[in-house]
C-alpha cells in the first residue's frame, strides 16, 4: 500500500510501497510419528510432526496423561526444516490409553489444535492362571496325552506369544508354543514321554511391547517304576 499526503498549499508526498499479509489461516499440521495405535513400554520415544506455515511462532506436543489419571503436561517441539520434534521420556507417562495434541500457533495468532494420535502405555506383564494340570499330580507310563492350560488376561494390549517351558526333570528341557482358544491357552503332549522324576513346567508369556510373566509354574511327577515288593517268610500251618 501507499500514504499520499497534501498539504495546504498542494504540496503532495507519498511513502514508498509497503506490504502486508493478511493470514486468517491455521498453520497445516500432520503427524508423523509415532502412528496412531501405537503402543510403547519404557525408554525415550521421538514424537515428529509435519507443520506448514510461512512464520511458525510455535509448536508444542501436548500430553492428555490418561485423562483422569496423571497430570498433562506440554512438550517444546523443535524445528528441523519444517519437521518437529521432541524425544519424550515415557516414565513421564502413566500407563493406559495416551492421547497427543500437536498445539501449533503461527506468529499471527491462527492455532492449529486438531491434529493428534493416540497411542498406549503398558508396563504391566500378563496376568496368567493356571487351569489345568492341577498342582502335584502323578503321571505314569499309561497317563498319554495331557493337556497343560492357562488362561492370560492383559488389559492393554494382545498377547503376543505363550510358552509352555518344560525343565523335564534329568531331561532335556524344552519349550511348547501354546494355542490361543478366547483367552484360554493349551497344549498337548504326552505325559509318558518325559523323564521319571519331578518336574516344573512354567508359562512365559510375552505382550507386544516385551512385558513377560515367567512367574507361574505347575509341579507334577512322572513314575515308570513298579513299587517294590518284598515277601516275608510264611509260618507252616
Same mark, same amino acid.
Given at each position: 500500500y501507499l500514504v499520499y499526503g497534501n498539504d495546504t498549499v498542494n504540496t503532495f508526498g507519498m511513502t514508498s510501497i509497503r506490504n502486508v499479509t493478511i493470514d486468517g489461516t491455521v498453520p497445516a499440521v500432520t503427524v508423523v510419528n509415532p502412528i496412531n495405535g501405537s503402543s510403547f513400554s519404557s525408554g525415550v520415544q521421538a514424537f515428529n510432526a509435519t507443520v506448514l506455515e510461512r512464520s511458525?511462532?510455535?509448536?508444542?506436543?501436548?500430553? %492428555?496423561?490418561?485423562? !483422569?489419571? !496423571?497430570? /498433562?503436561?506440554? =512438550?517444546t517441539a523443535t524445528n528441523h526444516s519444517g519437521n518437529w520434534n521432541a524425544n519424550v521420556d515415557l516414565g513421564r507417562l502413566q500407563e493406559g490409553r495416551q492421547v497427543m495434541t500437536v498445539l501449533a500457533n503461527d506468529s499471527v495468532g491462527n492455532y492449529n489444535r486438531t491434529s493428534i494420535v493416540q497411542f498406549i502405555v503398558d508396563r504391566t506383564a500378563p496376568l496368567v492362571v493356571y487351569v489345568t494340570p492341577t498342582a502335584e499330580r502323578n503321571f505314569?507310563?499309561?497317563?498319554?496325552?495331557?493337556?497343560?492350560?492357562?488362561t492370560v488376561r492383559d488389559a492393554l494390549l494382545?498377547? %503376543?506369544?505363550?510358552?509352555?517351558?518344560? %525343565?523335564?526333570?534329568?531331561? +532335556? !528341557?524344552?519349550?511348547?508354543?501354546a494355542f490361543n482358544s478366547s483367552g484360554y491357552w493349551s497344549v498337548s503332549y504326552n +505325559?509318558?514321554?518325559? /523323564?521319571? !522324576?519331578?518336574? =516344573? =513346567?512354567t508359562v512365559i508369556v510375552n505382550d507386544t511391547v516385551g512385558n513377560y510373566n515367567?512367574?507361574?509354574n505347575v509341579t507334577f511327577a512322572v513314575d515308570f517304576t513298579a513299587p517294590a515288593v518284598t515277601l516275608g517268610s510264611l509260618n507252616n500251618g
Open positions: 511458525i511462532g510455535s509448536v508444542l506436543f501436548s500430553f %492428555d496423561n490418561v485423562t !483422569g489419571s !496423571g497430570i /498433562a503436561f506440554n =512438550v505314569s507310563i499309561s497317563s498319554s496325552n495331557q493337556t497343560f492350560n492357562v494382545t498377547i %503376543d506369544s505363550v510358552l509352555f517351558s518344560f %525343565d523335564n526333570s534329568t531331561g +532335556a !528341557g524344552f519349550n511348547i508354543s +505325559a509318558s514321554t518325559l /523323564a521319571e !522324576g519331578n518336574h =516344573v =513346567v515367567r512367574t507361574v
